[in-house]
């Protein structure tokens, strides 16, 4: 029944009559095009399935991850306040919510001490990183981008992050407090209507400080260059829902006791699973909102398979090839495979066969930071050699013909005028074409 909904939809929200309609109407297409493709994705089943294996990783990570960030907080003298925080983030689990943050506490000080000295830390960093790069594998996926981090890249960003984001969030809780406490703040309180939206500002303040968060992790997660203001969209929407959500959950759970009796000592193991399952649903749906936002284009397709004509596969790779060369002469970085896939408005699923064909040939190498150069000069890659990289594939087997020959040699004469027009033809002199051609001098 899905699919049905799914064809009628596309069909009535990308009519041509939205292009002529009214400015409010259209709003309102766009709007509904945005909540289509969120939920076409979502029952697609590929967000739900990689939300509970991120439950997993979370449950084998929340300690050791609890750990070094209260190790980093120790060294600074504010690791008492990590629990105000924990608190805040379990709220929406009930009248439970104090016990569980006593325990992971009780738990993080057993961590501390003599083990994380010897193997313990060495364990420690692998479970937090672990998990981080699980995130990334994740939003990767959101964002279509195929290739990940490097290891070094990997190692060096994630163990910043980590030892300064727990600072940052525990300084920035503190810095709000310490300024809701002076006496000016609390003088201004005293005055209506400022009262009130001091008052509402600051019942706010932690969900602005999730809506920071998200948009942060939607940032600096994906392998791909994220703007700030598609970050910023599905970090308030994530927020939003995530606040919305909490209290429903938190009204829900408080409602229900006797339903959670059945399952005894087991209830509330449940609904902490739950309750991160929804978290990283509502995580993973702002990403992929932020996706929409920065490519618009993928609404209506999504992660539709293209599949390619050999004549667009080899246009493709001389393209790129002459991307990568040109900037290569010009003495510039090479191009990242999500700039080169922006740049020639294709989605990254798309071009990354090409550029693993191009880089099995030789033709092109990837550098520890994922920018493309030529595998070697300019001069030894023919353009021959560049078509032939996507052109040429290796068959098993024929289905036996009488014709077979016939055709085969009819094939091979058609290979050999391909080979005819771009003989003795190479990068540098494509590259050298093109850069005359944008010459305004050139004559």
Do not use: C
Not at 32 to 59: C, E, P, W
Not at 104 to 131: E, H, K, S
Not at 166 to 194: D, H, K, R, Y
Not at 361 to 366: D, E, N
Request: glycine share 6%; charged share 15%; aromatic share 10%.
């Amino acid at each position: 029944m899905f699919p049905i909904i799914n064809f009628n939809a596309v069909e009535f929200l990308w009519h041509d009559k939205w292009a002529t309609a009214d400015s409010r109407v259209r709003a309102g297409i766009i709007v509904l095009r945005y909540i289509y493709a969120i939920v076409r994705d979502f029952f697609s089943g590929q967000l739900t399935m990689r939300a509970m294996s991120l439950v997993y990783t979370t449950l084998l990570s929340i300690v050791p991850l609890l750990a070094f960030s209260f190790s980093v907080l120790k060294g600074f003298g504010i690791h008492k306040k990590l629990e105000p925080a924990l608190l805040t983030m379990l709220e929406p689990l009930g009248p439970r919510s104090a016990e569980i943050t006593t325990n992971l506490i009780a738990l993080v000080d057993n961590v501390r001490g003599d083990w994380l000295a010897t193997f313990g830390l060495a364990f420690l960093f692998f479970t937090v990183i672990t998990m981080i790069q699980k995130i990334e594998e994740s939003f990767n996926f959101v964002w279509q981008v195929e290739k990940p981090r490097s290891f070094a890249q990997r190692f060096t960003e994630y163990i910043s992050v980590l030892l300064v984001g727990p600072v940052l969030m525990v300084a920035a809780m503190g810095a709000i407090a310490s300024i809701s406490n002076t006496s000016l703040v609390q003088q201004v309180a005293a005055i209506e209507p400022f009262g009130y939206w001091l008052v509402l500002l600051g019942k706010s303040l932690p969900y602005l400080m999730v809506i920071v968060v998200f948009t942060f992790v939607y940032s600096f997660i994906p392998n791909t260059k994220v703007k700030l203001s598609s970050a910023l969209v599905g970090g308030i929407t994530s927020g939003v829902i995530w606040a919305t959500l909490s209290m429903f959950f938190a009204a829900t759970v408080a409602a229900s006791p006797t339903r959670l009796a059945i399952y005894a000592g087991f209830a509330i193991g449940i609904v902490v699973l739950i309750w991160l399952y929804l978290n990283w649903i509502i995580l993973l749906i702002g990403a992929q909102l932020s996706f929409y936002v920065q490519h618009p284009e993928y609404l209506r397709s999504g992660r539709a398979r293209v599949d390619l004509p050999n004549r667009e596969r080899e246009l493709l790779a001389l393209l790129t090839m002459e991307m990568v060369g040109r900037d290569f002469l010009e003495g510039k970085p090479g191009p990242r495979m999500d700039q080169l896939a922006a740049s020639i408005n294709l989605p990254a699923t798309v071009l990354t066969p090409i550029l693993e064909q191009l880089e099995s040939a030789g033709l092109l190498r990837a550098t520890e930071n994922q920018e493309a150069i030529p595998g070697r000069s300019l001069d030894r890659i023919t353009l021959q050699d560049i078509v032939n990289s996507v052109r040429n594939y290796q068959v098993d087997s024929y289905p036996a013909h009488q014709d077979m020959k016939r055709i085969r040699d009819l094939l091979d004469s058609m290979d050999k005028a391909i080979d005819s027009a771009l003989d003795g033809q190479t990068l540098r002199s494509l590259v050298a074409d093109k850069s005359e051609d944008a010459d305004p001098t050139h004559t």
